[in-house]
């Protein structure tokens, strides 16, 4: 069966205590070395000022976005979308409003690691105005695969015609 229409979908800033479970939930799915619910618990720490955003259908979170600000910089450490929801346009939806919002707060740059083997998620950031700037042989283990770098800088994106932060829904 086909997911409902992603504009059915909130996007909102994460709220651990309401949706820790169901991120960690999607993570196993998603991943084959998924992070445990105690890492993404500890990337929200106030201290290592998260920038984690998750869309919800109804009451049910859908995707997640979980990063860090550091300085000027997003370093986006986590990103799925369930599986019912995925190639629905869930996860360019939720990748446009997470750069607005990171964009708003002075965020000149963001970056983020991806599987080489992860094609759709290349192509997705892709779309948004990441570019490959780098690999790190080996860097994922189960199964074992190089990780791409990318970033996306707001100032490499402001001079195209249309950039995704122009474009996104707001945040609640």
Request: charged content about 20%; hydrophobic content about 40%; aromatic content about 6%.
């Amino acid at each position: 069966m086909p997911p409902p229409e992603p504009c059915t979908c909130t996007i909102a800033r994460l709220a651990p205590a309401r949706d820790l479970d169901a991120v960690a939930a999607i993570e196993a799915m998603t991943f084959p070395s998924p992070w445990s619910r105690a890492m993404l618990g500890a990337a929200l720490a106030p201290s290592l000022r998260p920038h984690a955003y998750v869309t919800r259908s109804d009451q049910t979170v859908t995707a997640y976005c979980i990063g860090q600000l550091v300085v000027d910089e997003l370093h986006i450490h986590t990103f799925a979308v369930h599986p019912t929801w995925q190639r629905a346009g869930l996860g360019r939806r939720l990748l446009e409003a997470v750069l607005r919002e990171a964009e708003s707060v002075g965020i000149a740059a963001t970056t983020l690691e991806v599987r080489r083997s992860n094609i759709a998620a290349q192509r997705l950031y892709e779309s948004g105005g990441f570019a490959q700037r780098g690999v790190r042989r080996g860097y994922y283990r189960v199964p074992p695969d190089d990780a791409l770098v990318y970033w996306r800088r707001r100032a490499d994106v402001a001079s195209t015609s249309r950039s995704p932060s122009s474009r996104s829904p707001s945040v609640s």
